[in-house]
């Protein structure tokens, strides 16, 4: 199932459209209830994340406030190394902050990122994660809030990108293997 002529990169879905709404409408009615009250801020970490956020805030039915941030992450050889590279424009100190992320593999740069708004004293500092590769990880990360549990596969689509496209796919695919090599 292709959604762009002329495509052939996309293998199976994995999580339709539908079933990623549920799960978004879900995760946003409990961080909703979780977080009654109090100043709510979601920050995302780009350009994944995007899709995933702008679902869940308004699956929230409670103020909250939105701010971004972007890293680059050189996992391959260089012991984990991450960079911002785009810091977030507003001081989270005192703020209730949920880090909201397309998916969690290695853990290597939520884990990077966490260390670093941990030390600027927010007044609570919790994970929501759309996708969890959970047999990868790394570095053991707490995640509140998680959608849904995925294989060891490349995956495209709702954020989740290969050579930066195919993140306008409105549901979750894996590709076929010869497009990653
Ligand atoms: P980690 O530091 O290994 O946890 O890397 C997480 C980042 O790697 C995610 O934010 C994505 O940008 C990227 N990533 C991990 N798995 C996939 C995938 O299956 N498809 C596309 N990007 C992925
Ligand atoms: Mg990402």
């Given at each position: 199932?292709?959604?762009?002529?002329?495509d052939?990169?996309v293998?199976?879905v994995?999580?339709?459209?539908?079933?990623?709404?549920?799960?978004?409408?879900?995760?946003?009615?409990a961080?909703?209830?979780?977080?009654?009250?109090?100043?709510?801020?979601?920050?995302?970490?780009?350009?994944?994340?995007?899709?995933?956020?702008?679902?869940?805030?308004?699956?929230?039915?409670?103020?909250?406030?939105?701010?971004?941030?972007?890293?680059?992450?050189?996992?391959?050889?260089?012991?984990?190394?991450?960079?911002?590279?785009?810091?977030?424009d507003?001081?989270?100190?005192?703020?209730?902050?949920?880090?909201?992320?397309?998916?969690?593999d290695?853990?290597?740069t939520?884990?990077?990122?966490?260390?670093?708004?941990?030390?600027?004293?927010?007044?609570?500092?919790?994970?929501?994660t759309?996708?969890?590769?959970?047999?990868?990880?790394?570095?053991?990360?707490?995640?509140?809030?998680?959608?849904?549990?995925?294989?060891?596969?490349f995956?495209?689509?709702y954020?989740l990108?290969?050579?930066?496209?195919?993140?306008n796919?409105?549901?979750?695919?894996?590709?076929?293997?010869?497009?990653?090599?």
């Amino acid at each position: 199932m292709t959604r762009f002529s002329g495509d052939s990169v996309v293998e199976k879905v994995l999580i339709t459209e539908e079933a990623i709404a549920a799960r978004v409408a879900e995760l946003g009615s409990a961080i909703a209830r979780d977080y009654a009250g109090q100043d709510l801020r979601l920050l995302t970490v780009l350009r994944g994340g995007l899709f995933f956020l702008a679902d869940l805030a308004r699956a929230i039915d409670s103020h909250l406030t939105l701010d971004f941030m972007a890293v680059s992450s050189f996992s391959a050889g260089t012991g984990g190394a991450v960079r911002i590279t785009k810091d977030l424009d507003d001081s989270i100190e005192g703020a209730a902050v949920v880090v909201v992320e397309d998916i969690i593999d290695t853990g290597l740069t939520l884990n990077y990122v966490l260390s670093v708004l941990k030390g600027r004293g927010p007044a609570s500092l919790e994970v929501c994660t759309l996708l969890d590769k959970d047999i990868r990880r790394i570095v053991d990360l707490p995640i509140a809030y998680r959608g849904f549990s995925v294989p060891d596969r490349f995956l495209v689509g709702y954020g989740l990108d290969l050579g930066g496209r195919l993140r306008n796919l409105p549901y979750i695919a894996t590709v076929d293997e010869a497009a990653l090599t």
